[in-house]
């Protein structure tokens, strides 16, 4: 089991590029999370996939971000039109599909936007 | 308002003494995971704790769920337990809310 798998592990993007990031969720897992960390505003919360469908996308900022899960095995989160407050880490999670299950957590992407 | 909140923000000990990490919500919840993070590092999951005490080697955690906290406590701390200990909280919807974190310092 190599985990929740996350790539690329560094981006880096110049301002107004877009930025794709990629998750693949743990084998037989099938709620998937995307969160957001800075040293400011600490771990938030994006969105949320169950067996490939969105659930709760409450935290996902209006414009400029989305998400999709076309399969079981993987999700991408989109920043089209990267600005530097849109430097994080962003971690992507997933957990088994019943409620209140434990959430594993992948090594995240590092995004730098310049 | 903060959901989760954690205390102390910091610690230091020296190797050996034990630490007791504190985590409050406000959420109504059946799921507490607590996780450690080095800078630059990944989240670790350390416990999940719904209710009641859990114990992992020299981990032990105790939830409860009524009184919404949570407790982390680590024996014998050893050097390489530096990091930051952050407790998460379920919501009903699913995602994770998380706390401030504790940073953890241990000195030989």
């Known amino acids: 089991n190599a985990g929740v798998i996350q790539t690329p592990r560094h981006k880096v993007t110049g301002k107004g590029q877009e930025a794709t990031l990629w998750c693949e969720p743990i084998s037989g897992h099938s709620a998937v999370f995307w969160y957001r960390q800075t040293i400011v505003q600490g771990l938030e919360f994006l969105t949320y996939f169950r067996n490939q469908a969105p659930i709760d996308d409450s935290g996902m900022p209006k414009e400029r971000f989305s998400a999709q899960m076309p399969n079981q095995s993987h999700s991408t989160l989109k920043i089209q039109s990267t600005q530097p407050q849109d430097s994080a880490v962003y971690l992507c999670a997933s957990s088994l599909d019943h409620g209140y299950a434990e959430q594993f957590f992948g090594p995240g992407t590092r995004l730098t936007v310049l | 308002e903060q959901q989760v909140q954690q205390s102390p923000a910091s610690l230091v000990l020296q190797e050996g003494e034990n630490a007791e990490l504190q985590c409050s919500f406000s959420i109504f919840t059946n799921q507490v995971q607590w996780f450690y993070q080095r800078p630059g590092g990944r989240l670790v999951s350390l416990l999940y704790?719904?209710?009641g005490t859990k114990q992992s080697g020299r981990l032990t955690s105790t939830t409860v769920i009524k009184e919404r906290r949570s407790s982390l406590h680590i024996s014998s701390s050893q050097i390489t337990d530096s990091g930051t200990y952050l407790c998460a909280v379920g919501s009903a919807l699913g995602r994770l809310h998380f706390g401030a974190g504790t940073q953890l310092i241990v000195i030989p």
């Open positions: 704790n719904p209710s």
